[in-house]
T-cell receptor
Framework: QKEVEQNSGPLSVPEGAIASLNCTYS??????FFWYRQYSGKSPELIMF????GDKEDGRFTAQLNKASQYVSLLIRDSQPSDSATYLC????????????FGPGTSLSVIP | EAQVTQNPRYLITVTGKKLTVTCSQN?????MSWYRQDPGLGLRQIYY???????DKGDVPEGYKVSRKEKRNFPLILESPSPNQTSLYFC???????????????FGDGTRLSIL
């Protein structure tokens, strides 16, 4: 089992819809969870981080964390074509908090 | 402007010819890290450094060396490059490296290495 798993996609949603991106992790003691966005040919940039169970909202983005289920998700409301990118989930390891493990990423395409 | 600067951005070289990819940050960050990104495998950590003179192996350190003599610089050294090290490399930094600070990582623009 990989440490951090994501559906590779591509996930296609129409403009204005809600895009839902999912991530599961294997290290039960993980404390910090990050979502990065990466445009093609560019470097990753942070979208959200969350470390408490529940929801965290920032503009059109909502991160949801369920530690019992070892599941973290990212919802993008009112999706725009500019949201088309690969979304990387990253999780720290319980055994070594300074190591952050990235998932393979989910490719999102927002269709105008 | 706060940034992480990598050089070179692109490099084509041959097997066995030593090369260094430089990384510099101007944010006074303590934590720096190197990743490689390959299709289908995502970002994998090569080495990281919690502070000056402190470095540690990530998940894929074989064939790489690093040093952290100054806070701002964290070069990645390939002593004898091989074709399986052809990849896209990212340097990143954050204020601190531990999870309690929840500091995001700031990434450089990437270095695309091709080893023939």
């Amino acid at each position: 089992q990989k440490e951090v798993e994501q559906n590779s996609g591509p996930l296609s949603v129409p403009e204005g819809a809600i895009a839902s991106l999912n991530c599961t992790y294997s290290d039960r003691g993980s404390q910090s969870f990050f979502w990065y966005r990466q445009y093609s040919g560019k470097s990753p940039e942070l979208i959200m981080f969350i470390y408490s169970n529940g929801d965290k909202e920032d503009g059109r983005f909502t991160a949801q964390l369920n530690k019992a289920s070892q599941y973290v998700s990212l919802l993008i409301r009112d999706s725009q074509p500019s949201d088309s990118a690969t979304y990387l989930c990253a999780v720290n390891r319980e055994t070594s908090y300074d190591k952050v493990i990235f998932g393979p990423g989910t490719s999102l395409s927002v269709i105008p | 402007e706060a940034q992480v600067t990598q050089n070179p951005r692109y490099l084509i070289t041959v097997t066995g010819k030593k090369l260094t990819v430089t990384c510099s940050q101007n944010m006074n960050h303590e934590y720096m890290s190197w990743y490689r990104q390959d299709p289908g495998l995502g970002l994998r950590q090569i080495y990281y450094s919690m502070n000056v003179e402190v470095t540690d192996k990530g998940d894929v350190p074989e064939g790489y060396k690093v040093s952290r003599k100054e806070k701002r610089n964290f070069p990645l050294i390939l002593e004898s490059p091989s074709p399986n090290q052809t990849s896209l490399y990212f340097c990143a930094s954050s204020l601190y490296g531990d999870s309690t600070s929840n500091q995001p990582q700031h990434f450089g623009d990437g270095t695309r290495l091709s080893i023939l």
